[in-house]
């Protein structure tokens, strides 16, 4: 029976102390860079009772600009004007309806139901008198801190 050699002990041990000395570098380098579970992270509001974008992922939970998602709410007849965005925006509408005008045609939205925004669109919507509540997302993400200056920001709750 032969024995090893000496060069490939030496060798082994000299991966075995390499991966012990990394062990610390390679865990720390295993933590997610994103939040696995989050209420979200804050309020956007136009006033008290106004329209409000709960922000749910953004890149201070996900990590990355790869997408971004809201709930939006949009209180009893109200109106956002024309407007466009840089990213691609889907609704998804949970309740209430909302007119979706994309491009100077009008699409009502149901619960249920998604509407879609292309970048270079323009959009309006226009919530009826029981108001509306949906999922915003938008791909990719940029549209959370463009629209922020916008609004009055608080952070998220327990209760939210």
Same mark, same amino acid.
């Given at each position: 029976?032969?024995?090893?050699?000496?060069?490939?002990?030496? &060798?082994?041990? @000299?991966?075995?102390?390499?991966?012990?000395?990394?062990?610390?570098?390679?865990?720390?380098?295993?933590?997610?860079?994103?939040?696995?579970?989050?209420?979200?992270?804050?309020?956007?509001?136009?006033?008290?009772?106004?329209?409000?974008?709960?922000?749910?992922?953004?890149?201070?939970? @996900?990590?990355?600009?790869?997408?971004?998602?809201?709930?939006?709410? &949009?209180?009893?007849?109200?109106?956002?004007?024309?407007? $466009?965005?840089?990213?691609?925006?889907? &609704?998804?509408?949970?309740?209430?309806? @909302? %007119? =979706?005008?994309?491009?100077?045609?009008? =699409?009502?939205? %149901?619960?249920?139901?998604?509407?879609?925004?292309?970048?270079?669109?323009?959009?309006? =919507?226009?919530?009826?008198?029981?108001?509306?509540?949906?999922?915003?997302?938008?791909?990719?993400?940029? %549209?959370?801190?463009? @629209?922020? $200056?916008? &609004?009055?920001?608080?952070?998220?709750?327990?209760?939210?």
């Amino acid at each position: 029976m032969r024995t090893p050699s000496l060069r490939v002990t030496g &060798f082994g041990l @000299l991966a075995a102390l390499l991966a012990a000395a990394l062990a610390p570098l390679a865990a720390e380098n295993d933590e997610p860079s994103y939040a696995a579970a989050t209420r979200g992270t804050r309020w956007l509001e136009t006033r008290p009772g106004g329209l409000a974008i709960k922000v749910l992922v953004e890149r201070a939970n @996900l990590g990355g600009d790869e997408v971004e998602l809201g709930e939006i709410t &949009f209180p009893p007849n109200s109106r956002i004007g024309d407007h $466009p965005h840089g990213s691609v925006e889907m &609704f998804y509408v949970l309740e209430g309806r @909302l %007119e =979706h005008v994309v491009n100077g045609r009008s =699409h009502v939205l %149901e619960k249920g139901m998604v509407g879609i925004v292309r970048p270079g669109d323009r959009v309006q =919507h226009n919530a009826g008198p029981e108001g509306c509540k949906a999922l915003v997302v938008w791909a990719p993400g940029g %549209e959370v801190a463009r @629209l922020a $200056p916008g &609004f009055r920001i608080r952070p998220v709750g327990d209760h939210d």
